[in-house]
């Protein structure tokens, strides 16, 4: 089976543009993560989904930042106003059932540059 | 305030240079304690998961131990091909999230 994919791979904006980020994760894994990978920094969790809700958002840098998941499966992070310290690596995990028990699976992360 | 920190930061070893990698923890309620791979331009990959103190888990050159306050990561005779980002990342009771630490860069020289 095919492992958690994410698009686009890389994206450069401007700054104050919009920007919507895709994951997929593996089919039948109940629980996505988000999180943002910056040059020298740990990953930075941002939210987590357990089905399509997220119990937990507060990890979301700011309200210019929302994340949704439809039907159990894809989610978007969008960043709304995009300033430059949104530049990073956008990561994605998913993993069979959630509460941190199961291994999480990583895509490849989107690599966002804001000029 | 919980907390994942990692040592060395980067580590520099000859092939066949066995050493080990730190990663401590200040998080109460620990429920898991996970190991994972990093390379350039790659999501992590999962390595082990551990549980409780006194477990090991080992895959080919590698062997991870777990205390009560730390984690080892053994790497035993590695190859260049072992060179990596190594991510420690600790799960806890209180409010389910998992905190990663910034990792330990790991160069095997041939």
């Known amino acids: 089976g095919a492992g958690v994919s994410q698009s686009p791979s890389n994206k450069v904006t401007e700054k104050g543009k919009d920007v919507e980020l895709r994951c997929d994760p593996i089919s039948g894994h109940t629980a996505l993560y988000w999180y943002r990978q910056s040059l020298g920094q740990g990953l930075e969790f941002l939210i987590y989904f357990q089905g399509n809700s997220a119990p937990d958002k507060s990890g979301l840098p700011s309200d210019r930042f929302s994340a949704e998941r439809t039907g159990g499966s894809v989610s978007t992070l969008t960043i709304q106003r995009t300033q430059q310290e949104d530049s990073a690596v956008y990561l994605c995990?998913?993993?069979?059932?959630?509460?941190?028990?199961?291994?999480?699976?990583f895509g490849d992360g989107t690599r966002l540059s804001i000029l | 305030e919980d907390q994942v920190t990692q040592s060395p930061e980067a580590l520099r070893l000859q092939e066949g240079e066995s050493s080990s990698l730190n990663c401590s923890y200040t998080v109460s309620g620990l429920r898991g304690l996970f190991w994972y791979r990093q390379d350039p331009g790659k999501g992590p990959e999962f390595l082990f998961t551990?549980?409780?103190a006194g477990e090991e888990k080992e895959k080919e050159r590698l062997k991870a131990t777990l205390t009560k306050k730390e984690s080892f990561l053994h790497i035993t005779a590695p190859k260049p091909e072992d060179s990596a980002t190594y991510l420690c990342?600790?799960?806890?009771?209180?409010?389910?999230?998992?905190?990663f630490g910034k990792g330990t860069r790991l160069h095997i020289l041939p």
């Open positions: 990342a600790v799960h806890h009771f209180r409010d389910d999230k998992i905190i």
């Open positions: 995990a998913s993993s069979l059932v959630g509460g941190g028990m199961q291994p999480q699976h």
């Open positions: 551990l549980y409780s």
